[in-house]
C-alpha cells in the first residue's frame, strides 16, 4: 500500500526561487538561508520519495477572480511552469501522478470534501519555489508532484480546521491505494508576512515559532486559530499557515520533528521550515 512518510513545510517566496535562477545562493544576503536548507537537501537525497503531495496556492496564475476553487487537485499527467511576468522560470516541468491524484479525488469527495479536477494548472512559485528548496537545480524533478492548490488569496480561505480535516482524509486516501508508494505532503507558505499597505514587512517571530512549536506537539490548538489572528499576528499574507495544517493532517498524532530552521529576512517575509517525520 502507499504510505506518507514524512511531511514537510517551507515558505516560497519568490525571490528565492530568483536567488537560486541566478546564481545568487552564496551571495551576502542569501547565504545564511540557503545555508539553513542544506541539511534539508541532503535528508531529502536519502529519503527521495515517489510522489510529493503539494499543498500551495496559486498566485493568480493559473486561476484569476474569475475562478477561485477553495481546494483543486492537479490530475494531469503534467503541469507547466507559469509564467509569471518574467517568463516562465528555468526550471523542469512537473510530472504529475494521475493514478493517485484521481484515488484521493474519488476518496476525498466520498469522504464530503468537495475538491475541485484540475486537468490543466501551469504551477507558480508557490509550487516551484519549495521544489527548488528541497531538491536544487536538477534536470528533471526526482519524484512525482500531486498539487493542491487552497485559496489564501481571495477571502474567505478555508479554516484551519477545515484544512486539517482535509490532510486527515487524504491520509485515508493514500493509505487506500493499492500501489507500493512512498509518498510525502508538504505544506508550503508563510511564515509572518504583510506585503502591503501601512504594515508591510510586519515580522513577528514569536507567534511564528509558537506556531512550529504547536504544528508538531498540539495541531487542536491550531485548529482553533481563527483568521484574524493570523492577519492581525502575522500579516494579511500570513494566512497562508492553514495550508501547514494540511500537511499536518496527513501525518499520524505522534509525528516527530527531524528539522528546523527560520530565517529573517527574505525579501518581506520570515522564512520557516520544517521536516517531520511520520511515527
Ligand atoms: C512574497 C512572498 C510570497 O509568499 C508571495 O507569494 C509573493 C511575494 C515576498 O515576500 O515578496
Ligand atoms: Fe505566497
Known amino acids: 500500500m502507499a504510505k506518507i512518510t514524512a511531511g514537510i513545510s517551507t515558505s516560497h517566496v519568490p525571490a528565492l526561487g530568483a536567488a537560486l535562477d541566478q546564481g545568487k545562493t552564496k551571495e551576502g544576503y542569501w547565504a545564511p538561508l540557503f545555508k539553513g536548507y542544506e541539511p534539508s537537501r541532503q535528508w531529502m537525497q536519502e529519503n527521495t520519495p515517489d510522489v510529493v503531495i503539494l499543498v500551495y496556492n496559486d498566485h493568480a496564475s493559473a486561476f484569476s477572480l474569475e475562478l477561485v476553487p477553495t481546494f483543486a487537485i492537479g490530475c494531469a499527467d503534467r503541469f507547466q511552469i507559469a509564467d509569471e511576468g518574467w517568463g516562465p522560470r528555468p526550471v523542469p516541468v512537473v510530472e504529475g501522478h494521475p493514478e493517485l491524484a484521481w484515488h484521493i479525488a474519488q476518496s476525498a469527495i466520498e469522504d464530503e470534501f468537495d475538491m475541485t ?151 518581506n517575509t520570515a522564512v520557516g521550515h520544517m521536516i517531520l517525520e511520520n511515527a
Open 117 to 267: 479536477i484540475v486537468n490543466r494548472m501551469p504551477v507558480d512559485h508557490g509550487l516551484t519555489v519549495p521544489l527548488s528548496m528541497m531538491f536544487g537545480q536538477p534536470k528533471s524533478w526526482p519524484c512525482q508532484v500531486i498539487p493542491i492548490a487552497v485559496n489564501v488569496v481571495v477571502y474567505p480561505p478555508p479554516s484551519g480546521r477545515r484544512c486539517y480535516h482535509l490532510g486527515q482524509a487524504i491520509q485515508r486516501a493514500v493509505e487506500s491505494f493499492e500501489p507500493n508508494l512512498n509518498v510525502q505532503v508538504w505544506g508550503t507558505g508563510g511564515m509572518s508576512h504583510q506585503l502591503q499597505g501601512s504594515r508591510a514587512g510586519l515580522i513577528n517571530q514569536e507567534f511564528d515559532k509558537a506556531f512550529m512549536d504547536d504544528l508538531v506537539a498540539n495541531p487542536e490548538v491550531l485548529m482553533q486559530k481563527p483568521h484574524v489572528e493570523y492577519l492581525r499576528e502575522a500579516g494579511s499574507e500570513g494566512v497562508e499557515l492553514v495550508m501547514w495544517l494540511i500537511m499536518r493532517g496527513a501525518l499520524g498524532p505522534q509525528a516527530k520533528e527531524l528539522y528546523r530552521f527560520y530565517h529573517v529576512p527574505a525579501s
